[in-house]
């Protein structure tokens, strides 16, 4: 079987906010930019992996989803407990400070887990969780 990650979904309730977190914090780039308003589709990538994206999608899109289930997912994504990604870098204290210094909410500064994996942890403008681990 021949299956690959091509893109993997993130809320968000702040275009403009996530496209500055996402491209001038972390560095992806802008693949696409559709909609208007608050009701756009984003998605982004690491520019050296075209071939995997993250699409950022306004929450209340869905006609599915009822106004009580909107209002439980602002509610778990204001708290982070809603979305979250694993992202990896073979540089963690310098992704790390760079990260920092763009104003992110820090979740867990840099730390050796008992698990053996070294990460940290921010959130997003929509309150995901973005955890970054350390490649060895």
């Not at 950022?56 to 407990?81: F, N, Q, S, W, Y």
């Not at 992202?87 to 760079?98: S, V």
């Not at 940290?120 to 970054?132: K, S, Y």
Request: charged content about 25%; some cysteine; glycine content about 8%.
């Amino acid at each position: 079987m021949d299956i690959t990650i091509h893109t993997s979904f993130l809320p968000h309730d702040d275009p403009d906010a996530s496209v500055a977190f996402y491209r001038d914090t972390l560095g992806f780039e802008v693949r696409s930019d559709v909609g208007q308003g608050k009701m756009r589709w984003i998605t982004v990538g690491p520019v050296d992996q075209p071939s995997t994206s993250i699409l950022l999608a306004p929450v209340g899109a869905d006609p599915g989803v009822t106004e009580d289930e909107r209002r439980t997912i602002h509610e778990m994504m204001a708290k982070g407990t809603y979305g979250w990604i694993l992202l990896a870098t073979r540089d963690l204290d310098g992704t790390f400070e760079k990260v920092q210094a763009g104003d992110a909410e820090v979740v867990q500064e840099p730390t050796e887990q008992p698990y053996g994996i070294r990460d940290c942890a921010f959130r997003d403008p929509a309150g995901n969780l973005v955890r970054i681990q350390e490649l060895r």
